[in-house]
């Protein structure tokens, strides 16, 4: 088991909130939860909208561009994220009570 221990300051962690994150998983699909995460991995500090491609996102995760399509979709309808404008350029507005950029101080 090896342990990451840092040599200094992090910074661009993510923070995974565990309590409303726990009371989504049994409602999600594992892909969905993976969509998520990618997601939460494009986002900025202080920062909740992204703007991402279903290809940029297929890559990431290692899913088909219409199994991330389905993610996005069941994401939506748990309110987890919000898509906004035309499926070419779209970005998504990402919850922060599931998960935020982290930034030490």
């Known amino acids: 088991l090896n342990v990451y221990t840092p040599k200094s300051k992090d910074s661009g962690f993510i923070k995974v909130y565990s309590e409303p994150l726990a009371s989504l998983m049994p409602k999600i699909s594992g892909n969905a939860l993976k969509v998520l995460m990618a997601l939460a991995y494009e986002l900025k500090w202080n920062e909740v909208e ?3 491609t279903r290809e940029n996102l297929a890559e990431l995760t290692g899913l088909s ?3 991330v399509r389905v993610a996005l979709d069941e ?3 748990k ?7 035309p499926n070419v350029r ?3 507005v990402v919850s922060n009570h599931y998960v935020r950029i982290g930034k030490n101080k």
């Open 50 to 52: 992204v703007i991402a």
């Open 65 to 67: 561009q219409p199994t």
């Open 79 to 85: 309110m987890v994220i919000k898509r906004l404008g």
């Open 75 to 77: 994401l939506e309808e």
């Open 90 to 92: 779209r970005s998504y």
